[in-house]
């Protein structure tokens, strides 16, 4: 675990109480009258397909590039993700960008410059995410 004990406690404290906020949230969600079995499937569905986009594997590489640099322009990201082409990382940045995870700001350079950073959207997400690799690391070292 890369926390101790004394670090662990909080973060641990503010999932339980997260879980128990969020079971009651779905049970409300659930509750609604056209809830149906269909639904609850197209729910889950949906659940699967976000999920399976994010975690391709370049979508959560260029995250946590964005994480660590604040910043890139198109050709720093290519570098820091040598084995990524041009157009795969041009895709991967479209989608990204329509999920709001991260941003484009076209600089008025000659040539012009697009930096990428992530968004609020974005942060947060990789702010949830760690928390939850955090709580699965726990889980999988008691």
Not at 13 to 42: A, V
Request: net charge neutral.
């Amino acid at each position: 675990m890369i926390f101790d004990k004394t670090e662990w406690e909080p973060i641990e404290k503010i999932i339980m109480e997260s879980q128990k906020t969020i079971r009651i949230l779905i049970e409300k969600h659930t509750l609604t009258k056209d809830h149906t079995d269909e639904r609850q499937e197209l729910e889950v569905q949906w659940f699967l397909n976000i999920f399976r986009f994010i975690s391709r594997k370049w979508n959560v590489d260029i995250l946590y590039q964005l994480r660590l640099h604040s910043m890139l322009t198109f050709n720093d990201l290519r570098r820091h993700l040598n084995d990524l082409s041009s157009r795969t990382l041009s895709d991967c940045l479209k989608q990204l960008q329509e999920y709001k995870l991260i941003t484009r700001e076209l600089q008025d350079t000659r040539p012009p410059t697009v930096n990428y950073s992530l968004s609020k959207e974005g942060m947060g997400f990789i702010d949830l995410s760690m928390l939850l690799v955090f709580y699965l690391a726990d889980i999988k070292s008691k």
